[in-house]
């Protein structure tokens, strides 16, 4: 039986001028649904608190350092070469200038643009409970 990676996932809320854009970033070409956009994150690792592991994700990825964030949702998906669940939180405060640590490009998206953009099968249903909010 393949195991389910859990992964931690930062849907990122924009302060001041950015206040209704959520950020995206793409990711690479060679990872697993490369070239697609998907809210940012990554592995919970063995013994971490899921709220400690999206802090250090989001750290490491685009050195920020979380500051304020709540549960939103879960989503099970499986890609067939690959099952993942999806720990989705709401990132309503930090600090820091968000950068590409890892050469991904990031981008500001506006919360009713976002089903203009290409995300992997399982973050679907994150962009449709966003697009709930308009």
């Known amino acids: 039986?393949?195991?389910?990676?859990?992964?931690?996932?930062?849907?990122?809320?924009?302060?001041?001028?950015?206040?209704?854009?959520?950020?995206?970033?793409?990711?690479?070409?060679?990872?697993?649904?490369?070239?697609?956009?998907?809210?940012?994150?990554?592995?919970?690792?063995?013994?971490?608190?899921?709220?400690?592991a999206l802090s250090r994700e989001l750290k490491e990825e685009l050195d920020i350092e979380l500051l304020a964030a709540s549960p939103l949702m879960d989503v099970s998906h499986d890609y067939g070469d690959k099952a993942v669940l999806l720990d989705i939180w709401q990132v309503n405060d930090f600090t820091g200038k968000e950068q590409g640590l890892e050469g991904q490009e990031l981008r500001w998206v506006p919360l009713a643009e976002l089903d203009q953009y290409a995300f992997p099968a399982a973050n679907v249903a994150i962009v449709e409970r966003l697009q709930q909010l308009l």
């Open 1 to 52: 039986m393949r195991k389910t990676v859990h992964v931690m996932v930062g849907v990122i809320w924009g302060k001041a001028d950015k206040a209704k854009s959520i950020l995206l970033a793409k990711r690479p070409d060679h990872l697993h649904q490369g070239g697609l956009w998907e809210f940012p994150g990554g592995k919970l690792e063995q013994g971490e608190e899921p709220c400690d």
